[in-house]
């Protein structure tokens, strides 16, 4: 990174330093997911009931945001040598963004390989994003030395300015789902309550919510007014089986009333 950001002063590329801001923000995320996971691994306590799982969803909208504040250096940089072309050294720029390519290439290879959820997508989108702009720059440079039209390297950067775009704004508003709790995007609640209302002896569902814990983690919680309380547990167990078999939820907290009860309380 740092060898990429003296190579981009010294041949004046844009498109090098906007690939190695981008790098920067790569290895700051590496750096934020192996303290996440480490953190993750602190077992839950009375003050932290569901551990610390909740850090890897903070870790990833930190690299969002990273990834969002560099766009916003390259674009105001990038439109500046639009309007006031630079001379780029086309050849060195080729060669480093040739050896850049390789080296994340290499990086996406081994964390594709890797399990893990929202994080760790997070970083290697990171590395994929680096790679199509380490592409991108090799092409500029070819234009530069093949032309000599410089004003490709700031148009590349802008290219690269729209790759981390997609990718930080995906990661954040993911992150931000998870954070206001809301329900998990692969769930569909209305089949949810349907489903659950087809169990043999439940009456009727309400206060149903689906929240994400953290990525592969998500959690429900319902009232279930059912015919006869004398089963509840029966139907508690139905109940659950369904929740993990055909929507793969397996922290459930159901509450079980009788008609009576939700009569009171004025759910029926």
């Known amino acids: 990174m740092l060898l990429e950001i003296g190579v981009g002063l010294a041949a004046n590329s844009l498109a090098l330093l906007a690939d190695a801001g981008h790098m920067f923000t790569d290895a700051t995320s590496l750096a934020i997911s192996l303290a996440a996971v480490w953190l993750v691994a602190i077992p839950a306590n009375a003050r932290m009931t569901y551990g610390y799982h909740r850090l890897e969803i903070l870790a990833a909208l930190a690299n969002g945001i990273l990834l969002l504040a560099v766009t916003a250096w390259i674009i105001v940089e990038a439109l500046q040598r639009i309007a006031h072309p630079l001379p780029v050294r086309g050849p060195v720029v080729l060669a480093m963004g040739i050896a850049g390519l390789g080296v994340n290439l290499a990086a996406a290879a081994i964390l594709s390989r890797a399990r893990g959820g929202l994080n760790l997508r997070g970083a290697l989108w990171h590395v994929i994003s680096d790679a199509a702009g380490s592409v991108a720059t090799v092409l500029a440079a070819v234009v530069i030395v093949l032309t000599g039209w410089t004003i490709a390297d700031p148009l ?15 990661i954040v508003s993911e992150a931000v789902q998870v954070l206001m709790e809301g329900t998990p995007l692969h769930l569909d609640l209305a ?71 939700a009569e009171v309380k004025g759910h029926v």
């Open 156 to 170: 590349i950067s802008l290219l690269i300015a729209a790759l981390i775009i997609v990718g930080g704004m995906r």
């Open 191 to 261: 089949a949810v309550e349907a489903a659950m209302r087809s169990v043999r002896g439940v009456r009727s569902v309400h206060d149903l919510h689906a929240w994400t814990v953290t990525s592969g983690l998500c959690a429900l919680s319902a009232h279930v007014v059912v015919a006869d309380i004398g089963r509840a547990e029966e139907t508690l167990a139905a109940l659950k089986e369904l929740l993990l078999e055909r929507f793969d939820l397996v922290h459930t907290t159901l509450q079980m009333e009788s008609e009576m009860f």
